[in-house]
């Protein structure tokens, strides 16, 4: 059975190995950074268990931009041989209301070009690809920046009555 609760500090070393083993380095985030993201007061930390064992963890941010508040997807990580069962749709339904709840209004991220995966994992949820960034890992792979209005997300996936 699959919960969600928020990250807690005793998670780090967990969560840490799992970011290892989902980047490859240079994308991976220290264990520093990762900390950082985790409990910095402006993120939004969320852990799913599967039978309480950790199966995947993400991570928003919140921010302002423009006088609105967009919600920053720092990083979503599913342990390999949980993949394809459902595990990161439900996270990241989690997150989305977590931050539509937060008072954001669109959702922003970047992905690796070639992370074909995750490319097609976020369009299923309705991003939308917005932009291109040169060089955005390791000054030489780019990234897709992706985004997602938030009000629109229920209307559209509201069911068919
Ligand atoms: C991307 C990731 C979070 C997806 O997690 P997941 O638990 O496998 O996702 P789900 O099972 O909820 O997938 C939902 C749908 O997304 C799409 N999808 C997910 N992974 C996909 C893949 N590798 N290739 C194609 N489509 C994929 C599918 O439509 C899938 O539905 P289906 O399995 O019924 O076909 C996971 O692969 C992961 O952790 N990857 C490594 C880390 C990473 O790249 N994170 C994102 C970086 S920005």
Known sequence: M???RLA??????????????????????SKAELKYFLF??????LVIEDDGQIAGFAIAELAPDRGHRIGHVVTIDVVAEQRRRGVGRTLMDALLDAC?????ERMRLEVAIDNNGAIAFYKLLGFEET???RGFYM???DALRME???????????PSR
Not at 40 to 45: F, G, K, L, M, R
């Open 2 to 4: 699959l919960d969600i």
């Open 8 to 29: 807690e500090r005793e998670d780090l070393d967990t969560l840490f190995a799992l970011d290892q083993a989902c980047f490859r380095p240079g994308i991976a985030y």
């Open 40 to 45: 910095n007061p402006a993120s939004i930390s």
């Open 100 to 104: 539509q709840r937060a008072g954001a």
């Open 131 to 133: 932009g291109r960034i």
């Open 139 to 141: 000054g030489r792979l």
């Open 148 to 158: 997602l209005d938030l009000p629109s997300r229920h209307t559209r996936f509201a």
